[in-house]
């Protein structure tokens, strides 16, 4: 079904906004990626650690965790940082959680060893959909990450799933299904849904919510099913910046 109104963007339903993935792209991380969907910037690190945190210790596995922020002005209005407030938000919480787990879902912990990778993901400019870039380009720099221990010969292969893992917001516009929803859609979005799939179409996480009613079973088979495509080619740019595909 074609939205009642245009998209914002003038994109059709299924179309996503220029996607860009960027590796090495910080000098010092082991691993890095910046991602831009739209006008979305993400900079994705990877920090490799000989540690583990206590609950993991002895284990002989590894652990993915993540943390997320949004700079002052990546957003229309500056807001101060969250060091400079004493605490994080709800909101930055659930996201960070959300992408540690997408990252840890990807990642064979006994292959990679009893060390530690820490994802950072800093909103650079956010217009909408930036817990699904940060997503997408952490995995990429947590491939490069792992990639740089291959080359050292501390590991024999890259320890995440071949596959891989990338994320893509749906949600219902002027009623219909449409995908990478852009800031001016979001907030005026009838459904919002982030999808954590696998390139293979594995389900890692499903997060979706009805903003103004609940909405039908069938409409949200369409939004799953423009994710399947959208994952299928974030996947396949993820491979290209890779150099796997």
Request: net charge negative; hydrophobic share 40%; glycine share 12%.
């Amino acid at each position: 079904m074609a939205p009642s109104s245009p998209r914002p963007s003038g994109r059709a339903p299924g179309e996503m906004r220029e996607v860009v993935l960027e590796p090495d792209c910080a000098k010092h991380a082991e691993g890095s990626c910046l991602a831009r969907f739209g006008e979305t910037y993400v900079l994705c690190t990877a920090t490799i650690e000989d540690s583990v945190p206590r609950f993991v210790k002895g284990s002989g596995r590894g652990w993915v965790t993540a943390e997320y922020g949004m700079l002052p002005r990546s957003t229309h209005r500056r807001t101060d940082r969250e060091a400079a407030r004493g605490r994080q938000t709800g909101r930055t919480l659930e996201i960070q959680r959300l992408i540690g787990r997408s990252l840890r879902a990807a990642t064979d912990a006994a292959a990679m060893g009893e060390r530690q990778v820490r994802i950072d993901c800093d909103v650079l400019q956010a217009d909408g959909g930036t817990r699904t870039a940060a997503i997408t380009g952490g995995f990429v720099a947590l491939h490069r990450a792992f990639s740089g221990l291959v080359e050292l010969g501390v590991l024999p292969e890259v320890p995440l799933l071949p596959g891989h893992v990338a994320a893509v917001s749906c949600g219902l516009y002027g009623g219909a299904a449409v995908i990478d929803l852009d800031y001016a859609e979001d907030s005026a979005a009838q459904a919002d849904a982030n999808f954590v799939m696998t390139g293979d179409g594995a389900i890692v996480e499903i997060q979706a919510t009805a903003e103004q009613a609940p909405f039908a079973a069938e409409a949200f088979g369409e939004m799953f099913a423009l994710a399947q495509t959208g994952i299928a080619d974030l996947v396949a740019r993820q491979k290209a910046a890779l150099g796997t595909g």
